[in-house]
């Protein structure tokens, strides 16, 4: 069953009130090792799954800080195979958590979307969302991830149509990835009362539980993203950022990382919708 590991989490999450934390990096930033390290404070610090980028030359939905880290991971050589073993890595460390990778079709289409997606379960990946791939053109790659065993997601902008909002729910497994602004990956301090017809919207069609992303940077983002009606909030920007403000200090960013996890965990406990 695709997303097997994200139902156990969600269903863990609601039992004790709490909703999800997903940490974003980019792997290979700033360099193999300490990606490594990244990933395992991450786990640590009390994530509830991981959502994970490829590096790729063009990513055009993330903004200057994703962009920037895409950029050092580049530059350290870091290839495909080298995301495989850090994943691998991140798995042996926490057999249950649900890992996603966010990344661009051209990384999915260059090495054969049959050849992507069974590497990417062999890794230990679950989901797979393609942030340039829209819900029209999804269904050949969606027939190849589940064929794999990997959960395809899809993005949700935040004026979808009512048709868009249904088809999206129909192509999605694991969760719903909803952006809380159109535009690029980043910090800002938007509220989310506006996105509640969306959520219920996506409940009503029975669509997998939503998770807000996109400019989600501080605990107040995380508690208004769960009042809202989603299940979890994701952050990139913030992450990233941590990373590349404590270059060559890994011990100063693994206490950063664990501050910061700590207070966006926090935020979630509590705070869950009772819409729902």
């Known amino acids: 069953m695709t997303g097997a590991r994200y139902s156990a989490l969600f269903a863990a999450l609601e039992q004790r009130g709490e909703g999800a934390f997903i940490p974003f990096t980019m792997l290979g930033d700033p360099n193999l090792p300490g990606s490594s390290e990244i990933l395992e404070t991450l786990i640590s610090a009390g994530a509830d799954a991981l959502e994970l980028g490829i590096p790729f030359s063009d990513p055009i939905a993330d903004g200057p800080v994703i962009q920037a880290a895409a950029t050092r991971a580049l530059e350290s050589g870091l290839r495909v195979e080298d995301c495989w073993r850090l994943i691998r890595g991140a798995r042996d460390r926490a057999p249950e958590l649900p890992i996603g990778l966010l990344l661009y079709a051209n990384l999915v289409v260059r090495r054969g979307p049959g050849r992507f997606y069974r590497e990417a379960r062999e890794a230990g990946v679950d989901s797979v969302l393609i942030a340039d791939l829209p819900v029209d053109e999804a269904e050949p790659f969606a027939r190849e991830a589940e064929a794999a065993g990997i959960a395809p997601v899809m993005i949700v902008p935040p004026n979808a149509s009512a048709d868009r909002l249904a088809r999206i ?24 009362a506006e996105l509640e017809p969306t959520l219920r919207s996506l409940a009503a069609l029975n669509a997998p539980p939503a ?8 605990p107040d983002q995380v508690r208004a993203a769960l009042q809202a009606g989603a299940v979890g909030a994701i952050s990139g920007s913030g992450i990233v950022r941590r990373v590349a403000e404590h270059a060559g200090d890994g011990a100063g960013l693994a206490i950063e990382l664990r501050r910061f996890v700590g207070s966006m965990k926090e935020a979630t406990r509590g705070a869950l919708s009772g819409s729902r």
Request: hydrophobic fraction near 30%; charged fraction near 20%.
């Open 169 to 192: 729910a129909r192509a999605t497994r694991g969760y719903t990835y909803v952006t809380t602004r159109a535009g690029v990956t980043g910090e800002d301090a938007r509220r989310y």
């Open 211 to 218: 998770v807000l992303g996109f400019g989600i940077s501080g």
